[in-house]
Structures are given as C-alpha cells and as structure tokens.
C-alpha cells in the first residue's frame, strides 16, 4: 500500500533545511530534490531559492505543468 511507504529524508535535502521549513504549508508534501523548482537565490539570504513546488511531466512533453503548496 503507498500509505505504508516511509519516504527517504535525503530526497528532501532542501525541504527540510531549517530555513525552509516554515515555507512548506503541510509538513507531509515536500517536493523530491530533483523535482523542485529553483528559485534565483539572493545572495546573504539562506534558502532564498526554495519553494514548496515540483515540475511535473505531461503527457506530449517534459516539464509540462508545476505544483505548488500554498
């Protein structure tokens, strides 16, 4: 059953940095770090290029749509 799969914290490096953390609405839905989407970082602002977002595949072509926990 998926309910029972236990998620793998190192998939979610920058989800669960400190800085982050209060960036992401339900602690349950993270984006997958090689999914999420990057923001341009500011520079002297830690976790300035997080965002609780994922690029997601479409049918006819790569990346076609991106969620967002808001």
Do not use: H, M, W
Request: hydrophobic content about 35%; proline content about 6%; some cysteine.
């Amino acid at each position: 059953r998926l309910a029972n799969i236990k998620a793998q914290p190192s998939k979610f490096i920058s989800a669960n940095n400190p800085s982050n953390k209060f960036k992401n609405r339900l602690v349950n839905i993270l984006p997958y770090e090689n999914t999420r989407v990057c923001l341009s970082p500011i520079r002297g602002i830690d976790g300035s290029d997080y965002i609780n977002a994922s690029y997601i595949d479409g049918i006819y072509q790569l990346i076609a749509y991106t969620t967002l926990s808001l």
